[in-house]
């Protein structure tokens, strides 16, 4: 069966940090990935998502992520981060073709002003 | 406005009384799924229908139970709710039948089961 790995469960950095969220992922075949964010009480909203073509993918608010086939990544990264972008993180994968979608166990960013 | 609405968002109950939670789109979404969501486990799918009267089970179907009988809802039911199902409950719907489509997240229902 597919599994995500969200090695960070807990992230605390200050205003204007560099953030890189790891995602692993354990299916060898072709993927559909996401990242979802879940901001204090609300519902989870999509960040970005890669099917195919160029592994670089930009999301909103200045997040982007890499697909690294050889390493089964899709890491999600943001140059500078906000208090606002105080969130947790969901990484999420699909095999091609399957409905059925996997989730990790998220990332609790806290940042500090 | 295109959305997901679920209902109750807070639900406290006893072990035992069934009770229902609805959720509705309308965005005319062919699939739609329900979520558990658990402190350090992440989202885990309890459930997901392909189409009106089309479901199957997700990685946590025990204990649940889903129709299907109307494109825009898609209930959750617990005939026999037990502690070990308090939890926050996310329903979620895509267009299309294929999974390139993100999901649309309703706003969540945390249930407490005592």
């Known amino acids: 069966a597919q599994s995500v790995s969200q090695h960070n469960h807990h992230v605390i950095l200050s205003e204007a940090a560099s953030l890189e969220l790891g995602c692993n992922y354990s299916y060898g075949g072709t993927v559909n990935l996401f990242w979802y964010v879940q901001y204090p009480g609300q519902h989870l909203q999509l960040l970005l998502k890669y099917f195919s073509g160029d592994p670089l993918v930009k999301g909103i608010k200045g997040f982007e992520a890499e697909f690294i086939k050889s390493k089964f990544s899709f890491n999600l990264r943001k140059p500078s981060v906000q208090w606002s972008d105080t969130a947790e993180y969901f990484c999420?994968?699909?095999?091609?073709?399957?409905?059925?979608?996997?989730f990790g166990s998220g990332t609790r960013l806290q940042v500090q002003p | 406005e295109a959305q997901v609405t679920q209902n109750p968002r807070y639900l406290i109950t006893v072990t035992g009384k069934k009770l229902t939670v609805t959720c509705s789109q309308n965005?005319?979404?062919?699939?739609m799924s329900w979520y558990r969501q658990d402190p350090g486990l992440g989202l885990r799918q309890i459930y997901y229908?392909?189409?009106?009267?089309?479901?199957d089970k997700g990685d946590v179907p025990e204990g649940y139970k889903v129709s299907r009988k109307e494109k825009r809802n898609f209930p959750l039911i617990l005939e026999s709710p037990s502690p070990n199902q308090t939890s926050l409950y996310f329903c979620?719907?895509?267009?299309?039948?294929?999974?390139?489509?993100?999901?649309?997240f309703g706003n969540g229902t945390r249930l407490t089961v005592t």
């Open positions: 999420a994968v699909n095999q091609g073709g399957r409905r059925a979608l996997t």
């Open positions: 965005m005319n979404h062919e699939y």
């Open positions: 229908s392909m189409n009106v009267e089309v479901t």
């Open positions: 979620a719907s895509s267009p299309g039948q294929n999974y390139n489509s993100p999901l649309h």
